[in-house]
């Protein structure tokens, strides 16, 4: 059985909250979670900052936002402040490849940097 590492349990939450329905429509508990640095490659293959994500997500997101399956997540701690998530997503049958850095703040594990890449089975 693998040990049990608080920190990778923390960001792992924190991943999947991120994730969430609720969490995605709400400005103030998105952007909780995004380090003041974060930065991301989408899937589209647009780079952005903690602003321009929040607002695409705030714009982009109502109560018909299609369900976020989530596969695979694993994680390790690179650093006593720095955790390394990746995971599988699914959505309207697009799938990504995902990779995300966070970092412990005074205020808890935010994310620092996201990374996604589309793919298929084929």
């Known amino acids: 059985m693998a040990e049990r590492v608080p920190a ?41 900052d903690r602003a321009s994500i929040v607002r695409v997500l705030m714009a982009a997101k109502g109560p018909d936002a299609a369900p976020v399956t989530v596969s695979g997540m694993r994680g390790v701690q690179l650093a006593d402040d720095l955790v390394h998530l990746t995971f599988d997503t699914e959505s309207n049958g697009r799938r990504v490849h995902r990779s995300s850095l966070w970092r412990r703040t005074e205020s808890g594990w935010r994310s620092w940097f996201h990374q996604g890449t589309p793919f298929s089975e084929e």
């Open 8 to 48: 990778v349990e923390a960001a792992i939450e924190n991943e999947l909250r991120l994730l969430d329905p609720e969490v995605r429509v709400s400005p103030e508990l998105f952007g909780a979670l995004l380090h003041p640095e974060f930065t991301e490659f989408g899937a589209s293959g647009t780079r952005w």
